[in-house]
């Protein structure tokens, strides 16, 4: 069964401070692999996108790198911001249904 | 270049009542999908449109339903309401149904149903 899984589930951290979100996936045969930033109440914006040959892909202070062989996914914010508290969701495709498989998000909390 | 948008953006409606949701994709986007979002469940979908054609489909019953028009515009319309529908819906569009594409959400209708 495609799924994709996210850890953790919530965080907090203070400004300035870096951190790192996980996803690991199941999907196959894999396409590709979206990080996307959803601000409370609003629809998801994408931050990065990568396919099997990508490795690691930035945006900012975001990078985010994959593991195809292992299937794992991270994405890292660098310095962070009280603007980057929203909530994190990896979503996976697989190449032969075009359907996208989604993580349930991580919770991110940045404090002053 | 005007982004998704979706109307209305918040909606209350009692049990048993219907509902149809609005969604206009970015200007050349063809592919229009839909997706629940919940508290517990994440985000969900429901269903896509390309070409006025439903492409795929996800797990929900057939109060779901939904159109595309020729101008890519779409329509989600939900029969006999139930508590449990209470979501944020979104729609997203991309220039093509693949999902190699990039997609381009809205900010959501936030229905309440009571």
């Known amino acids: 069964k495609n799924q994709v899984e996210q850890s953790p589930q919530s965080l907090i951290i203070l400004e300035g401070k870096n951190c790192t979100l996980q996803?690991?996936?199941?999907?196959?045969?894999?396409?590709?692999l979206r990080w996307y930033k959803q601000d409370t109440g609003r629809g998801p914006v994408s931050l990065t996108i990568m396919t099997f040959s990508e490795n690691t892909k930035s945006n900012g202070r975001y990078t985010a790198t994959l593991d195809a062989d292992t299937k794992q996914s991270s994405l890292h914010i660098t310095a962070s911001q009280l603007s980057d508290s929203a909530s994190y969701i990896c979503?996976?495709?697989?190449?032969?249904?075009?359907?996208?498989?989604f993580g349930t998000g991580t919770r991110l909390q940045v404090f002053p | 270049k005007a982004g998704v948008t979706q109307t209305p953006r918040y909606l209350i409606k009692t049990r048993g009542q219907q509902v149809t949701l609005s969604c206009s994709p970015i200007?050349?986007?063809?592919?229009v999908s839909w997706y629940q979002q919940t508290p517990g469940q994440g985000l969900q979908f429901l269903f896509e449109y390309f070409s006025e054609t439903q492409r795929n489909k996800g797990n929900f019953p057939g109060r779901f339903s939904g159109r595309q028009f020729s101008n890519s515009r779409s329509e989600m319309n939900v029969s006999t309401l139930e508590l449990g529908d209470s979501a944020l819906y979104l729609c997203?569009?991309?220039?093509?149904?693949?999902?190699?594409?990039?997609?381009?959400f809205g900010p959501g209708t936030r229905l309440t149903v009571t």
């Open positions: 979503v996976v495709s697989a190449r032969n249904t075009d359907k996208l498989i």
């Open positions: 996803c690991n996936y199941t999907v196959s045969p894999f396409s590709n």
């Open positions: 200007s050349g986007h063809r592919s």
């Open positions: 997203a569009s991309s220039r093509v149904g693949d999902s190699s594409y990039e997609q381009y």
